[in-house]
């Protein structure tokens, strides 16, 4: 098969009208450049901050005619920020809108700032022989949280850790895809469930429960008692970690989710644009609100890697997420870059940590694994045994 050239996908682009059905988006000068590798087609568009939200089918109509011509079995899209537009650098900078939680998200540090009638945080009991429940989180759909998720928990695996996945994502449950697991739970004596396994980590999902229809439905209490039924009537046996894949958004639900499950932290996954961070900037002001500590944030699709030639490309505007971790000191977990395998992968329930452990991307989840575990160890460290302790000489 010959193989495409830029310039093929670009004039096919142009029949993908702008924001504003004027134009197209290629004369519009909004595509970036665009890398076609091994049959896959990778670039990102740029569009105002605030219409991020409303642009994605231009996004995914860019994917998809891209996807039409012979030759390409792939294409990969992403949105980008646009810093030229009168409201598109202000929005971009302006502290995250509107700050409820201050702009410290150091859950730890404050106490007084509550949630609206929310209580301190401190009571909640922890699950007998789980040793840390760490949320993963996102502060809109579609940037990699679950794949994150997915990974880390394996991640932690592979470092030696006993581990589980929740995943509380409950309008949209992606583990059982993820992890190639089908079928219903066994129900144990009393009301107990055995949580459902693969690749030697305990898994509990909606997924399993329910089909995905029907969870869309949920209502607010409804959703409350599964998941702490799928918490606390969860046969999880002993575990260092549970890690939960939180649903996305910084909405009530996700909010009560977060004050519901006795979580030691959070990680965060945003990817590099500057209006996917602003949406970061909710979550971690979420987690603020009922105190819980960030443990880091990763920057999910954050650079491109040709497969062909390993030339790195940084078109996704890499390197934001770590900024922002900087400038609102929480620590910078990672960078995961943008590949065909990782999605691969995941579509296929072998997520790259155990389908290529040796891989540079199950390499970079792994480090992402270690600095997680090492933060969890330094706030256990300071929450528990805030006295030194006493040598004798
Ligand atoms: N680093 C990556 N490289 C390539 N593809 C990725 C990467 N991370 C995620 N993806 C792909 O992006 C898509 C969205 O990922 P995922 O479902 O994990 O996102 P999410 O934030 O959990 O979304 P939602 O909250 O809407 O369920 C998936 O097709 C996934 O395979």
Redesign the pocket.
């Known amino acids: 098969m010959t193989d495409v050239s830029k310039e093929q996908v670009l004039e096919r682009l142009r029949t993908v009208r702008g924001p504003d059905m004027d134009g197209n988006i290629v004369d519009l000068g909004l595509v970036s450049d665009v890398f076609i590798s091994d049959g896959k087609a990778y670039f990102s568009i740029t569009v105002p901050a605030e219409r991020a939200r409303e642009l994605d089918p231009m996004r995914a109509a860019a994917e998809r005619v891209v996807k039409e011509i012979p030759g390409i079995t792939a294409a990969?899209v992403a949105l980008t920020a646009d810093k030229r537009s009168a409201s598109g650098p202000a929005a971009a900078r302006a502290p995250a809108p509107p700050p409820p939680g201050r702009s410290a998200p150091q859950g730890h540090a404050g106490h007084a700032h509550g949630a609206p009638g929310g209580a301190p945080q401190r009571a909640k009991a922890g699950i007998p022989g789980v040793g840390a429940i760490i949320a993963v989180a996102?502060g809109?759909?579609?940037?990699?949280?679950?794949?994150?998720?997915?990974n880390l928990a394996l991640a932690l695996k592979a470092n030696g850790l006993r581990v589980g996945v929740l995943d509380a994502?409950i309008y949209?449950p992606?583990m059982p895809r993820?992890l190639k697991i089908s079928g219903r739970p066994q129900q144990l004596e009393g009301r107990t469930i055995k949580p459902m396994e693969n690749y030697g980590i305990k898994v509990m999902s909606m997924g399993f429960l329910v089909d995905e229809e029907v969870a869309m439905i949920w209502r607010g209490p409804m959703i409350q008692s599964a998941l702490l039924q799928m918490l606390r009537e969860v046969a999880w046996g002993d575990l260092d970690v549970l890690v939960v894949?939180m649903?996305?958004g910084t909405g009530d639900a996700q909010l009560t989710m977060a004050q519901q499950v006795p979580l030691a932290g959070a990680v965060i996954?945003s990817t590099p644009q500057d209006l996917a961070l602003i949406d970061a900037r909710k979550g971690l002001n979420m987690f603020s609100k009922v105190e819980v500590p960030v443990l880091g944030i990763v920057e999910?699709?954050?650079y491109f890697i040709a497969p062909d030639t390993g030339n790195r490309y940084d078109i996704f505007g890499h390197g934001g997420a770590r900024k922002e971790a900087e400038r609102i000191g929480v620590p910078f977990l990672g960078e995961?870059?943008?590949?065909?395998d990782?999605?691969?992968t995941?579509?296929a329930g072998t997520p790259v940590v155990v389908s290529n452990p040796d891989g540079a991307?199950a390499k970079v989840y792994r480090e992402i694994a270690t600095r997680v575990w090492q933060e969890l160890e330094t706030l256990k460290g300071k929450g528990e045994r805030g006295a030194p302790a006493i040598v004798f000489e």
């Open positions: 990969m996102s809109k759909g579609g940037v990699g949280k679950s794949t994150t998720a997915v994502d949209g992606s993820l894949d649903p996305p996954v999910n699709m954050s995961v870059p943008l590949t065909m990782i999605r691969e995941s579509d991307a």
